[in-house]
């Protein structure tokens, strides 16, 4: 079948008869750009995709190598992936991994099952993204930096290199965080925010649209930073506080 426009009635037939199992790619009758079915790996591969030797993908239903695709070297695809964009060697993807067209895995990077990687993101070298990630699009994750499991990150919002950003955490869209900066599980960061080096935000913290956080800062569990505000290096506000704008004339003010 290599070289045709398969429809998924026909890539269902071929996956079935290698392994008895139904990918259930998408509604039937529906058509991709010309595929293959490779009956080595069980995926069906676009025929302009650029899978090089010694890229390994395990077999498994509803694994799709698209068009804009490129992997390189010693590669680890689960199964129920959907890749669209460039792994580098020794990069692997857990099982229900969808990396967009334009992405780019660095090598090394780890991404765990059912995570997303957005359109023209960049994923650094040695990353490690955890289960049930969203990474929006035109994102920039940078080397080393750990995602924890069910994270979400805004679209073109940077995580510089070294950062560390704990399960369930939210970072709005258009935000900074800095190298090396920590970010507690299930803290809420809003839009347009300025994490710089060394800042530590806690369990269940709340950053408002617009903050600037200086080098060192020290939020505590559970405090509220109030939009707009902007808090000096080296300052620690305690668990539970807020702080706000010294127009507002209450709490912590800055």
Known sequence: MAGEALTIGQIHDAAVARTGVLPHLTA?????EPHHFNPHTGVAQALTAEVRPHAQIVSGPRTIIGSTAKLSGRILVGEDCSVGGVLEREVTLGSGVVVSAGAY????????????????????DDANIGRGVVVGPQVRIGAGTELGDGVR?????????????DEGAVVGAYSQVGPG???GAFA???AGVDLQSGARVGTNAGIETGVVLGNSVN???GARVLEGTTIPAGTKIPEGRVAMPRSLGRAIRF
């Open 105 to 124: 895995i660095g090598e090394g990077a780890t991404i765990g099952d059912n995570s997303q990687i957005g359109e023209n993101t960049s994923v650094g």
């Open 181 to 183: 900066v920590n970010i």
């Open 28 to 32: 039937p009758g529906d058509y991709f």
């Open 219 to 221: 939020i505590g569990s």
């Open 153 to 165: 990150i805004g679209e073109a919002t940077s995580v510089a290199r070294g950062a560390m950003i």
């Open 188 to 190: 809420t960061i809003g």
